[in-house]
């Protein structure tokens, strides 16, 4: 079946640490793989997408690396800031029969302590 | 450029209920797409909505409806409302169908 599965649930570091976030994906069919922020009350935030033919992309202090064989794919913030807590959902993409759908991971509640 | 847009931010209905939630698209976005969102959990996905057809659906009863404008505006209906319906209901817009998706802020409905 479709499923994401997504470590830690919970994530607490100080100010400056690296934070890293891993999911696993179920579908070998799924071609593009978008991360969301999500802040309390408010929409998931695009912030940083990879697609299947790319093993690694980075912008500033995020970056976001794939392995298609292990059907892994991981979030990385270096230099982290308070700002930077939120919770963070993976998402898979397949396209299938003419749509397209993301599946997502449970989702990653971090904390960053200043 | 104006973002995805939803309406209302918040409902309360009861059981058995009928509710319509509506969303519009970021400007240039022809497909729609709707994702249900329980608390602590990652949305789901409910149906997409592309050039006013929908073109797929997740595993949600049919009392899950939907419609696209011709403007790409869309509406999700649901009817017969259950607890288990208590959600943030959220849209995400995209320039084609197999593109990236931009959400929208949510509905919160609350069936008591």
């Known amino acids: 079946g479709e499923n994401v599965e997504q470590h830690p649930s919970t994530l607490s570091v100080q100010e400056g640490d690296s934070a890293v976030i891993k999911c696993t994906y179920s579908?070998?069919?799924?071609?593009?793989f978008p991360w969301y922020k999500q802040e309390l009350g408010k929409r998931p935030q695009l912030i940083i997408d990879?697609?299947?033919?790319?093993g690694e992309k980075k912008d500033q202090r995020i970056a976001v690396t794939l392995n298609k064989t292990a059907k892994h794919f991981s979030l990385h913030i270096t230099e982290t800031q308070p700002e930077d807590s939120a919770v963070y959902f993976c998402?898979?993409?397949?396209?299938?029969?003419?749509?397209?759908?993301?599946?997502f991971g449970a989702g990653t509640r971090l904390a960053v302590h200043p | 450029e104006t973002g995805v847009t939803q309406s209302p931010t918040h409902l309360i209905k009861t059981r058995g209920q009928q509710v319509t939630l509506r969303c519009s698209s970021q400007?240039?976005?022809?497909?729609v797409s709707w994702y249900q969102q329980a608390l602590g959990q990652g949305p789901q996905f409910i149906f997409q909505?592309?050039?006013?057809?929908?073109?797929g659906r997740g595993n949600f009863p049919p009392r899950f409806s939907g419609l696209q404008f011709p403007n790409y505006s869309s509406e999700l209906n649901v009817n017969a409302l259950e607890l288990d319906d208590s959600a943030l209901y959220l849209c995400?817009?995209?320039?084609?169908?197999?593109?990236?998706?931009?959400f929208g802020p949510g509905t919160r409905l609350t069936v008591l």
């Open positions: 400007s240039g976005h022809n497909t």
């Open positions: 990879i697609r299947s033919n790319v």
């Open positions: 995400a817009s995209s320039s084609g169908y197999a593109d990236t998706q931009y």
């Open positions: 579908d070998s069919a799924s071609n593009y």
């Open positions: 998402a898979a993409s397949i396209t299938t029969g003419g749509y397209n759908k993301l599946i």
């Open positions: 909505y592309y050039r006013e057809e929908e073109n």
